[in-house]
C-alpha cells in the first residue's frame, strides 16, 4: 500500500512538472523573455489556448574581422499553440528574432543556418522569393555578418 501511494505521488509530481515547463518561459535576455511572453499571452487570448515555446532560444556568436557580437535567436517557428495551429507563421515563414547589445532585428524567415566562412560567422536566414524580387514559391537566401558593431546584408529589393 505504501508503494502503490508513493508511485502515484511520484507521478501526480511527473504530471505537475511537466505542466509547469510546457508554459515556462525560458530566455536569456529580457528581450527574448518580451518575444516569448508576448507570443504566449496571444496563444491563451485565442480560446484559452496553451502555449510551448519549444526550442525557439538560441545563443550564436556573429563575426569578421571586423568584430565580434554575442546574440540570441528567438525562432518563432518553434512555437506551438493548442488552440491555433497557424498563429505564429504564414506561408512565406516565420518571426526570426536577433538580438544584440539589447536591440531587436526581425526577419520573415523560412529558416535560419550559421555559415563559418574563414574567421567570419554569418548568418544565413531562408527567405521568401518575393523579399528577393521573385514569386513567393521561389527559393531566396539573406546573408547577416556582424561589422564595426551592426549587422551588413545586401539584398535586392521586393517589387
Known amino acids: 500500500m505504501k508503494r502503490a501511494k508513493f508511485v502515484f505521488a511520484a507521478l501526480l509530481a511527473s504530471m505537475v ?16 523573455q518580451r518575444i516569448i511572453e508576448s507570443a504566449a499571452a496571444d496563444c491563451k487570448d485565442f480560446e484559452n489556448g496553451e502555449f510551448d515555446q519549444g526550442d525557439s532560444v538560441t545563443e550564436i556568436e556573429l563575426r569578421s574581422q571586423f568584430g565580434t557580437a554575442k546574440a540570441e535567436l528567438v525562432d518563432e517557428s518553434q512555437y506551438s499553440c493548442s488552440s491555433a495551429a497557424s498563429m505564429y507563421c504564414g506561408t512565406g515563414g516565420c518571426m526570426l528574432n ?62
Open 17 to 32: 512538472a511537466v505542466l509547469f515547463c510546457s508554459t515556462t518561459v525560458l530566455a536569456s535576455s529580457q528581450e527574448a
Open 98 to 159: 536577433l538580438i544584440v547589445d539589447g536591440e531587436i532585428m526581425s526577419w520573415q524567415a523560412t529558416g535560419w543556418r550559421l555559415i563559418d566562412w574563414g574567421p567570419d560567422r554569418i548568418l544565413l536566414i531562408g527567405r521568401d522569393g518575393g523579399w528577393c524580387g521573385g514569386a513567393g514559391a521561389e527559393v531566396c537566401y539573406e546573408a547577416l555578418v556582424w561589422s564595426n558593431g551592426r549587422i551588413l546584408t545586401v539584398g535586392s529589393a521586393p517589387e
